[in-house]
């Protein structure tokens, strides 16, 4: 079987330094994040590889290892637009309550936010499934 590496230097950047954000995240707010697979409840078609999920708090955490102009997005205070989609999906997938957005850059990781869910997002994104709209919070 032929396997072919789509990799880019920031998934191979990110790869490699998760371990360290997580383990930074889970230092500097006290909460237990393993990796996890999760699967819809209802639609086992929907699953997300989560960064680390909290069972007992029902927090999922998404890590981003970034370049420069994105840490300095989070620095600002917001979760850079082209990560939205995939935090709604995994929240979506998750069932999670919400997700914390993790930036780390050269050993400095910042929590941005928390991401709740946002149905009209999760419309806008082809993410909802029957019976599965809700309105944002």
């Not at 989560?50 to 420069?68: T, V, Y």
């Not at 979760?79 to 929240?91: F, R, T, W």
């Not at 914390?100 to 991401?115: A, K, Q, T």
Request: aromatic share 8%; proline share 5%.
């Amino acid at each position: 079987r032929n396997v072919v590496d789509n990799s880019n230097w920031a998934t191979m950047r990110g790869n490699n330094l998760e371990p360290k954000a997580r383990a930074d995240y889970e230092l500097n707010f006290g909460i237990d994040m393993p990796a996890a697979l999760v699967i819809h409840k209802d639609y086992p078609f929907i699953r997300a590889s989560l960064d680390g999920f909290n069972q007992e708090k029902n927090i999922a955490l998404e890590i981003k290892c970034p370049g420069k102009d994105d840490h300095e997005t989070a620095l600002k205070g917001m979760v850079p637009e082209k990560y939205y989609p995939q935090i709604q999906h995994q929240i979506l997938a998750s069932g999670a309550a919400e997700v914390h957005y993790y930036s780390f850059f050269n050993d400095v990781g910042v929590l941005v936010r928390v991401v709740r869910r946002d149905g009209d997002r999760q419309r806008d994104c082809g993410l909802v499934v029957r019976g599965d709209a809700q309105e944002t919070p």
